[in-house]
């Protein structure tokens, strides 16, 4: 991919987290465009015009969730592409998918139980405008052993 595409995704992804965070996009676009080029970094995009992402990080046999967020919501789109990861993160052997989420993000906190993440903890004051706590959940997803 080129740097001109990277910059462009970027600035899609930025847009749409924008709109999709209460508390404006917790990356910038310059963010998005260096976590592009990490060979550790990957994103799911839903269609062609880029409606969604879910970006995350894999490193061994673990997966971080890094940001998620659709420019419509209530059509699916974000169920879709969590289903997308897990499906992966069993083919590729992972052990979990980890992520946090805003304390007071009760939407996203449901969403991510209904796939059956868990709380296994907090960072406190983790957040910024305004300073909030992260709560930690997991996924287990398998054993590379296995």
Not at 16 to 21: K, L, M, P, T
Not at 98 to 118: C, D, I, P
Request: charged share 25%.
């Amino acid at each position: 991919m080129d740097k001109s595409v990277d910059k462009e995704l970027a600035q899609k992804f930025w847009e749409i987290s924008q709109e999709a965070y209460v508390y404006d996009s917790p990356w910038t676009a310059e963010q998005f465009a260096s976590d592009l080029a990490q060979s550790h970094s990957h994103y799911f995009m839903e269609s062609e015009e880029i409606a969604a992402f879910l970006g995350f990080h894999q490193v061994c046999d673990e997966i971080e969730i890094t940001n998620i967020a659709t420019a419509v919501k209530g059509q699916g789109i974000g169920g879709k592409l969590m289903r997308r990861l897990i499906q992966y993160a069993k083919s590729q052997k992972i052990a979990s998918i980890f992520l946090e989420v805003r304390a007071s993000n009760h939407e996203a906190r449901l969403f991510y139980g209904k796939f059956g993440f868990q709380v296994i903890g907090t960072r406190k004051k983790y957040y910024r405008h305004p300073t909030e706590d992260a709560v930690l959940m997991s996924l287990k997803v398998g054993n590379k052993d296995e």
